[in-house]
């Protein structure tokens, strides 16, 4: 068990290109969030995955972003058009439901885009 | 609206002295808590949790206390350690998976 991972660790991009992050969960986990965090503040939940189905989207998330998850396993977010305010760190977690007050989200390392 | 608030952004303590990280809540309907350490570059790691049905709970040298009336919780740290220096935030949940963290507090241990 190596944990969550996130690839890449950083991306600097141009104003108006597309990126792609990735995120390999635990193994055994089949619930999927992905968050965005900005300096000085708290990770704000975006998306959650529950296996392969998508079951709730952030009203943060506009429709120049979407996310995966092909077979539940990992999962990618794209943006398109990025814009300087996208510019933040994009984490991934993972967690098992074991029970209600018995699930913990784990989360990656992150991917910090700059958007130039 | 900042449904998880935690109003000092940065804390100093001493080496072997009490670390009191604090924690307020607006929503009732919040019945599962968590502290989560996040060091510079790296994703938060899990500390503790606590649930609505308890008010203390402890994990070596961790311990979350929460009092629901006040909508408050508490984390201690006892002794602090150099390595315990990062930033701390705390975690609400009201369902099943959508966690509403605070904004964070940087706590630093002098040695």
């Known amino acids: 068990d190596t944990g969550v991972s996130q690839n890449p660790r950083h991306k600097i991009t141009k104003r108006g290109q597309n990126v792609t992050f990735r995120c390999d969960p635990i193994?055994?986990?089949?619930?999927l969030y992905w968050y965005r965090q900005t300096l000085g503040q708290g990770p704000e939940f975006l998306t959650y995955?529950?296996?392969?189905?998508?079951?709730?989207k952030s009203r943060l998330l506009s429709d120049r972003f979407s996310a995966e998850r092909p077979k539940g396993s990992f999962s990618t977010l794209e943006i398109q058009r990025t814009e300087q305010g996208d510019s933040a760190m994009y984490l991934c977690?993972?967690?098992?439901?074991?029970?209600?007050?018995?699930?913990?989200?784990?989360f990656g390392p992150g991917t910090r885009l700059l958007v130039l | 609206d900042q449904q998880v608030k935690q109003n000092s952004p940065s804390l100093s303590v001493q080496e072997g002295r009490i670390s009191i990280l604090n924690c307020d809540y607006t929503n009732s309907m919040f019945d599962y808590f968590l502290w989560y350490k996040k060091y510079p570059a790296e994703g938060p790691t899990f500390l503790i949790s606590i649930s609505s049905i308890k008010d203390k709970n402890e994990d070596g040298r961790f311990t979350v206390f929460l009092n629901k009336s006040a909508k408050h919780l508490s984390l201690h740290i006892v002794p602090s350690q150099p390595g315990d220096s990062a930033v701390y935030f705390c975690a609400a949940i009201s369902g099943t998976y959508k966690y509403i963290f605070g904004t964070g507090t940087r706590l630093k241990v002098l040695a």
């Open positions: 995955f529950q296996n392969e189905a998508q079951l709730e």
């Open positions: 193994s055994e986990h089949n619930r």
């Open positions: 977690a993972s967690s098992s439901y074991r029970g209600r007050f018995q699930e913990t989200q784990y």
